[in-house]
């Protein structure tokens, strides 16, 4: 290689390396300034329905689109992404009302544990193919689901932890005030969004990408793709865990329905529903998904039924998330303005 | 944990006998619902996750059969023949939609359908636990072989069963029909070219997986109670047989499900909290050593 060749080089490298930085601070800024509109709601609407949503939207948000980072950027197809969020609520609930550390402590700890265990689940799941991954780790959510369910003395079986989780107040936060809990959800979900951001624009992101697209060829380039695999299973565990415990602590304790298959299940709808071709498509859809649940359920006892059809239509007549139609239709709009133009 | 129950009854062969009965009862339920699974996915390489509603309806159509006319027979006709009829509506209205689309359009349909089946038995049925009551017929003393307590329904299920087995496995191997579903799975786009309608013997497949889920579920009716969502563990659990026992293999469904018979029967005795765990357990044990299960071909 010649002086020249190898500038040029070092030239080529500079601009998406300036490129990757300016993103990360217009990232950081968008987050920041989401989490201040999001904190200051309060001050405009006061309805405490309101903030129950958005809380509740924080919690499945973040499960939903740590499964898009699953089945979206790497196409692992997991059913059974909901016994994370499952363990995250009764991981928290439970250190809480048997240990009384402090909350962060808890927040960690609990993490820790996740860690472990999607650790384990996931070395024996990553190297199955598509439907058989789908499968097993369904297989895994009815372990941990039933394990809760029989295991009556730790868990309090099919009636859930109750009593409520004791929310000692920490550096002046006191969850148990709906107005601290909010801010405290909004700023977990911007934080867990910006991670999961960054992690999707990494190099490691597009990594995963490729082994979506054609894991042979990745795994010819050098790419190890089962590590790969468990490295972003376990960190979409995490996220997932931490909607669970902004669950646990909306709820005031665990119910074993948090772990129960139909919670991933309703976490692919979500991912459809908004689309898995977008970042914020699974936030979108989560949103959709919870009006859409609280409508149902005022109207109608067959709520299964409704849930299904809506379902069908996506996955039969659309096939596309609503995000999916967003991003074409701007796309398509943007083309025509250049045509003319 | 309870080991001295356990080692108590492997030592006394009437206790050894009642709870190889039992894991026997389980096994074959479980064998005949995942064989339609392990079919379907062998012939249209779909995993039908809504199977476990097939169970269901062959149950409660059995149910409401026998209430009707009070004859067993027309009730477990009733039972595999409606499911028949609705694997195939089902398949050629819905599934036969999604066959080219990815795994998660797929599971995202069979999923719509359980959470609409599950309602739908919920309002045509009502949401309580119903029992179809043990026929007349079978309303009698029970045998006793080796000391052990066997109820002659059991028989009926285990023969039942054990002839479908038979049938099916013949089927496929030696009629003409089977020998055109084997070579579906393995070339549809030939088996088309040479004229033969793959359209309909992908329905045909689908209906005769319903059928046998059905015939499962109508058989289990006097022994269980029936319940919307009743389907989801035997599909659960008869998946873990077809991963076991290796996808598309009819014999390994079966050695598959009298495994899990077993584990359950003899595992409820020896640890009575971890029945299930034991069976994700052998689950995982398997999938590390062999990926394809016992009897599973190497896919390409």
Same mark, same amino acid.
């Given at each position: 290689?010649?002086?020249?060749?190898?500038?040029?080089?070092?030239?080529?490298?500079?601009?998406?390396?300036?490129?990757?930085?300016?993103?990360?601070?217009?990232?950081?800024?968008?987050?920041?300034?989401?989490?201040?509109?999001?904190?200051?709601?309060?001050?405009?609407?006061?309805?405490?329905?309101?903030?129950?949503?958005?809380?509740?939207?924080?919690?499945?948000?973040?499960?939903?689109?740590?499964?898009?980072?699953?089945?979206?950027?790497?196409?692992?197809?997991?059913?059974?992404?909901?016994?994370?969020?499952?363990?995250?609520?009764?991981?928290?609930?439970?250190?809480?009302?048997?240990?009384?550390?402090?909350?962060? @402590?808890?927040?960690?700890?609990?993490?820790?544990?996740?860690?472990?265990?999607?650790? @384990?689940?996931?070395?024996?799941?990553?190297?199955?193919?598509?439907?058989?991954?789908?499968?097993?780790?369904?297989?895994?959510?009815?372990?941990?689901?039933?394990?809760?369910?029989?295991?009556?003395?730790?868990?309090?079986?099919?009636?859930?932890?109750?009593?409520?989780?004791?929310?000692?107040?920490?550096?002046?936060?006191?969850?148990?005030?709906?107005?601290?809990?909010?801010?405290?959800?909004?700023?977990?979900?911007?934080?867990?969004?910006?991670?999961?951001?960054?992690?999707?624009?990494?190099?490691?992101?597009?990594?995963?990408?490729?082994?979506?697209?054609?894991?042979?060829?990745?795994?010819?380039?050098?790419?190890?793709?089962?590590?790969?695999?468990?490295?972003?299973?376990?960190?979409?565990?995490?996220?997932?865990?931490?909607?669970?415990?902004?669950?646990?602590?909306?709820?005031?304790?665990?119910?074993?329905?948090?772990?129960?298959?139909?919670?991933?299940?309703?976490?692919?709808?979500?991912?459809?529903?908004?689309?898995?071709?977008?970042?914020?498509?699974?936030?979108?859809?989560?949103?959709?998904?919870?009006?859409?649940?609280?409508?149902?359920?005022?109207?109608?006892?067959?709520?299964?039924?409704?849930?299904?059809? @809506?379902?069908?239509?996506?996955?039969?007549?659309?096939?596309?998330?609503?995000?999916?139609?967003?991003?074409?239709?701007?796309?398509?709009?943007?083309?025509?303005?250049?045509?003319?133009? | 944990?309870?080991?001295?129950?356990?080692?108590?009854?492997?030592?006394?062969?009437?206790?050894?006998?009642?709870?190889?009965?039992?894991?026997?009862?389980?096994?074959?339920?479980?064998?005949?619902?995942?064989?339609?699974?392990?079919?379907?996915?062998?012939?249209?390489?779909?995993?039908?996750?809504?199977?476990?509603?097939?169970?269901?309806?062959?149950?409660?159509?059995?149910?409401?059969?026998?209430?009707?006319?009070?004859?067993?027979?027309?009730?477990?006709?009733?039972?595999?023949?409606?499911?028949?009829?609705?694997?195939?509506?089902?398949?050629?209205?819905?599934?036969?939609?999604?066959?080219?689309?990815?795994?998660?359009?797929?599971?995202?349909?069979?999923?719509?359908?359980?959470?609409?089946?599950?309602?739908?038995?919920?309002?045509?049925?009502?949401?309580?636990?119903?029992?179809?009551?043990?026929?007349?017929?079978?309303?009698?003393?029970?045998?006793?072989?080796?000391?052990?307590?066997?109820?002659?329904?059991?028989?009926?299920?285990?023969?039942?069963?054990?002839?479908?087995?038979?049938?099916?496995?013949?089927?496929?191997?030696?009629?003409?029909?089977?020998?055109?579903?084997?070579?579906?799975?393995?070339?549809?786009?030939?088996?088309?070219?040479?004229?033969?309608?793959?359209?309909?013997?992908?329905?045909?497949?689908?209906?005769?997986?319903?059928?046998?889920?059905?015939?499962?579920?109508?058989?289990?009716?006097?022994?269980?109670?029936?319940?919307?969502?009743?389907?989801?563990?035997?599909?659960?659990?008869?998946?873990?047989?077809?991963?076991?026992?290796?996808?598309?293999?009819?014999?390994?469904?079966?050695?598959?499900?009298?495994?899990?018979?077993?584990?359950?029967?003899?595992?409820?005795?020896?640890?009575?909290?971890?029945?299930?765990?034991?069976?994700?357990?052998?689950?995982?044990?398997?999938?590390?050593?062999?990926?394809?299960?016992?009897?599973?071909?190497?896919?390409?």
């Amino acid at each position: 290689m010649t002086e020249l060749q190898a500038d040029q080089g070092a030239q080529a490298l500079e601009i998406p390396h300036a490129q990757a930085k300016t993103q990360r601070n217009r990232d950081a800024l968008i987050a920041l300034a989401v989490f201040v509109v999001l904190a200051l709601l309060p001050t405009v609407f006061s309805s405490k329905l309101l903030l129950d949503f958005v809380i509740r939207c924080a919690a499945y948000g973040l499960f939903a689109t740590s499964l898009n980072l699953l089945v979206g950027y790497t196409g692992l197809i997991s059913f059974g992404h909901g016994m994370f969020f499952g363990l995250g609520a009764y991981g928290f609930g439970l250190m809480m009302q048997k240990t009384g550390v402090p909350v962060p @402590v808890a927040f960690i700890a609990t993490l820790v544990i996740t860690f472990v265990v999607a650790l @384990v689940i996931g070395a024996i799941c990553v190297r199955l193919k598509e439907i058989y991954f789908a499968f097993v780790t369904l297989a895994f959510q009815m372990l941990i689901h039933s394990t809760i369910l029989s295991w009556v003395s730790l868990t309090g079986g099919d009636q859930g932890l109750r009593g409520g989780i004791p929310r000692p107040p920490f550096l002046g936060i006191d969850l148990s005030n709906q107005l601290h809990l909010y801010v405290a959800s909004c700023a977990l979900l911007v934080i867990g969004l910006y991670l999961m951001h960054r992690i999707a624009q990494s190099p490691f992101g597009y990594t995963l990408r490729m082994i979506r697209d054609n894991a042979m060829r990745a795994s010819f380039i050098g790419i190890d793709v089962w590590r790969a695999k468990l490295t972003i299973f376990v960190l979409a565990a995490l996220f997932a865990s931490t909607g669970g415990i902004i669950m646990a602590l909306f709820v005031s304790g665990a119910y074993p329905e948090f772990a129960y298959w139909t919670i991933s299940g309703e976490g692919i709808f979500i991912n459809m529903l908004g689309g898995v071709t977008t970042f914020l498509g699974p936030m979108v859809g989560t949103v959709l998904l919870l009006i859409l649940n609280d409508t149902v359920t005022r109207l109608t006892e067959y709520h299964g039924l409704v849930l299904g059809i @809506v379902i069908l239509f996506f996955a039969i007549g659309l096939r596309k998330g609503l995000m999916d139609f967003v991003v074409e239709w701007y796309a398509q709009r943007r083309n025509n303005a250049g045509e003319r133009g | 944990m309870d080991l001295d129950a356990l080692t108590g009854c492997l030592a006394s062969s009437a206790c050894l006998v009642t709870q190889t009965t039992s894991g026997f009862i389980i096994g074959m339920l479980l064998f005949l619902v995942a064989v339609g699974l392990t079919l379907i996915f062998g012939v249209l390489k779909v995993v039908n996750f809504s199977h476990g509603a097939f169970y269901m309806f062959g149950a409660y159509f059995a149910m409401t059969a026998y209430q009707l006319s009070g004859s067993f027979a027309l009730a477990m006709l009733c039972g595999a023949a409606g499911t028949a009829i609705l694997g195939l509506i089902f398949e050629r209205v819905f599934m036969s939609r999604v066959y080219g689309a990815d795994v998660l359009m797929q599971l995202l349909v069979c999923y719509a359908f359980v959470l609409i089946f599950d309602d739908v038995v919920r309002m045509i049925w009502g949401p309580e636990f119903k029992s179809m009551g043990m026929p007349a017929a079978f309303q009698v003393a029970p045998l006793f072989i080796a000391g052990g307590v066997v109820p002659p329904y059991y028989l009926l299920l285990i023969g039942v069963a054990l002839a479908a087995a038979m049938i099916l496995g013949l089927g496929l191997a030696r009629t003409r029909i089977g020998k055109v579903i084997r070579a579906a799975a393995h070339n549809p786009g030939m088996v088309s070219a040479l004229g033969i309608n793959t359209g309909l013997i992908y329905g045909g497949v689908f209906a005769l997986g319903g059928m046998l889920a059905g015939l499962a579920g109508a058989l289990a009716a006097p022994v269980r109670s029936l319940t919307p969502g009743m389907g989801f563990s035997v599909l659960i659990e008869s998946f873990i047989v077809t991963v076991i026992g290796g996808m598309g293999s009819i014999l390994g469904a079966l050695i598959g499900a009298l495994l899990i018979g077993l584990i359950r029967s003899f595992g409820s005795l020896g640890f009575p909290l971890f029945t299930e765990g034991l069976m994700y357990l052998f689950m995982v044990i398997v999938l590390v050593s062999r990926p394809t299960g016992l009897f599973g071909k190497e896919v390409a």
